[in-house]
């Protein structure tokens, strides 16, 4: 079985001309697989920006603000289901149809999460922080696609930047140090924007792997949510870093 999974960014197996027939196929399946995860990454974050506005629809009197503000178990269930999807996905053996309803279920949840966004800042923060990382997230995925370098070990690095993160966010969760709060966010842009460029190139050469394959379904969805994940994490830190509170 093709290993779809596999992390080593590297060139296209096939080295001949560009009139090569073979090679010709190859690059035509691999833009038509490229296409593909983004055409599922940019219909979730539509979907959860939806999903998002709706929630929150109706400011302090929203089914959001009851949820998030009045607390309850709702608001942790709600704030930790997508990290309930996220480990499902990735550790449940799942058909493709049952990995995409599950996809799209990730993306339902994480809009309830981000629902609170319209309730602490300003719509205006919001669109330019979304079309800031519309656009960073657009060049740094078209690096990431076309540069002959291995970014390999510049991933390593980052995933351990990106534990280091997540401790430090935790701990900044009891001191609620505004400085530190700072760092992380501006942190949290570079190690997010390194990683769209990452990501992208690994699923340009998973597709080696699973070209022809019935894994080929599954390595699409799969390289969505990366792709999505560092989207969305990029813009919420650039919204943390430059937005502007409601009063």
Avoid: C
């Amino acid at each position: 079985m093709a290993n779809w999974s596999d992390q080593r960014p590297g060139v296209a197996p096939l080295t001949g001309a560009a009139t090569d027939a073979r090679g010709v196929a190859y690059d035509a399946g691999l833009r038509s697989f490229m296409l593909g995860v983004y055409n599922y990454m940019a219909s979730a974050v539509l979907l959860s920006g939806v999903v998002a506005l709706l929630f929150s629809m109706g400011g302090r009197e929203s089914l959001a603000a009851q949820v998030f503000i009045g607390g309850g178990i709702l608001k942790w269930v709600i704030t930790f289901a997508p990290l309930a999807f996220i480990l499902f996905m990735n550790f449940k053996q799942m058909s493709a149809g049952a990995l995409q309803a599950t996809f799209w279920g990730f993306a339902v949840v994480m809009g309830l999460s981000l629902s609170t966004i319209f309730l602490v800042y300003q719509p205006m923060a919001i669109a330019s922080a979304f079309f800031a990382s519309a656009a960073g997230f657009a060049g740094l995925s078209l690096w990431g696609y076309t540069t002959e370098r291995n970014l390999s070990a510049m991933g390593s690095f980052l995933l351990v930047g990106l534990v280091g993160l997540i401790v430090a966010s935790l701990l900044n969760l009891f001191l609620h140090s505004g400085p530190l709060g700072l760092m992380i966010s501006l942190v949290g842009v570079l190690i997010f924007a390194g990683l769209t460029a990452y990501d992208t190139q690994r699923t340009k050469s998973i597709y080696a792997y699973v070209a022809g394959t019935s894994e080929e379904g599954r390595a699409q969805i799969m390289s969505a949510t990366s792709l999505y994940l560092d989207f969305v994490n990029m813009f919420m830190f650039l919204l943390r870093l430059f937005g502007s509170s409601r009063n």
